[in-house]
């Protein structure tokens, strides 16, 4: 994968390999924490230390107002991050390589923000839906093969993630 | 007590005058817990972001957070301490908050 400064408030995401789209073209339904509780607590946790000196009604009722008013919130921003990548990433094309085909497509530097949310929450879901290990850049070969696609894939989100960082939102 | 700017008086104990007072100026402290996901560059970046923190210390704190398991990022008043924690959490970092004795 590259990323190229256009100089048009876009940047080019090119020489994708095909393993590389596939990989994020799986990049929305794999946010989706349904049907993993750990997943869904790490991604809308209480807003209270575990640690707080804090009596059980207080806590309650600061968990409660927090799930009634500010995890929708949290959610609607969520959802749309996952809508703009998706698009971004329908607009992908095919541009032949010498050796093999390649994908290419346009992030605008405006969406940045949006790809590294989709990207971060479909990463923090795939680690507690294959529980992965908490260790950077661990790709054994897991005997499970389901495992071992999962790590790849998070790896990936996590290069292009490190990408946008430092070439799109860092700031020095 | 009266409440200012009102001619409303309500009656209220002493006892329950401190606590009410005590919740309003106790400060709070927002907390940053590692957890193996968030990649080290995002958490200094976002922490620059939110706070203005200088790339010196926003790094110093994702570095306590990676070693010591949690970081405080921030403390002062509860109703600021919330909106921090809701735009850390925006950002999927690991944020939540607790009052200090």
Not at chain 1, 59 to 84: G, H, N, Q, T
Not at chain 1, 143 to 167: C, D, H, R, V
Not at chain 2, 24 to 44: A, G, H, K, R, Y
Request: net charge negative.
């Amino acid at each position: 994968m590259e990323l190229i400064n256009n100089d048009d408030d876009t940047w080019t995401l090119s020489k994708v390999s095909e393993l590389e789209h596939l990989m994020l073209s799986r990049l929305p339904e794999s946010a989706d924490s349904t049907g993993c509780e750990e997943a869904g607590n790490r991604l809308f946790p209480s807003p209270i230390s575990p640690e707080a000196d804090l009596d059980n009604e207080k806590k309650s009722s600061a968990d409660s107002d927090w799930k009634e008013y500010i995890e929708p919130e949290l959610r609607v921003e969520f959802m749309d991050s996952l809508k703009i990548v998706a698009d971004d990433l329908g607009k992908a094309q095919i541009a032949k390589d010498e050796e093999a085909n390649c994908y290419e497509f346009n992030i605008p530097t405006a969406h940045a923000d949006h790809w590294c949310s989709a990207l971060n929450q479909a990463r923090i879901v795939i680690h507690y839906r294959y529980d992965l290990p908490d260790e950077d850049g661990v790709l054994d070969m897991d005997p499970n093969p389901e495992k071992w696609m999962a790590t790849l894939q998070s790896e990936i989100y996590g290069t292009l993630m490190e990408f946008l960082i430092k070439k799109v939102l860092w700031v020095a | 007590m009266l409440i200012e700017g009102s001619n409303v008086e309500i009656e209220t104990s002493p006892v329950a005058e401190v606590e009410v007072l005590d919740q309003v100026t106790q400060p709070w402290q927002v907390m940053i817990l590692n957890d193996p996901v968030n990649l080290m560059s995002f958490v200094t970046l976002i922490l620059r972001r939110i706070f203005g923190y200088s790339e010196e210390k926003a790094t110093d704190l994702m570095l306590e957070v990676h070693h010591e398991g949690s970081a405080i990022v921030w403390t002062g008043e509860r109703e600021k301490a919330e909106l921090y924690v809701q735009q850390l959490q925006t950002h999927q970092l690991y944020a939540v908050m607790e009052p200090i004795d």
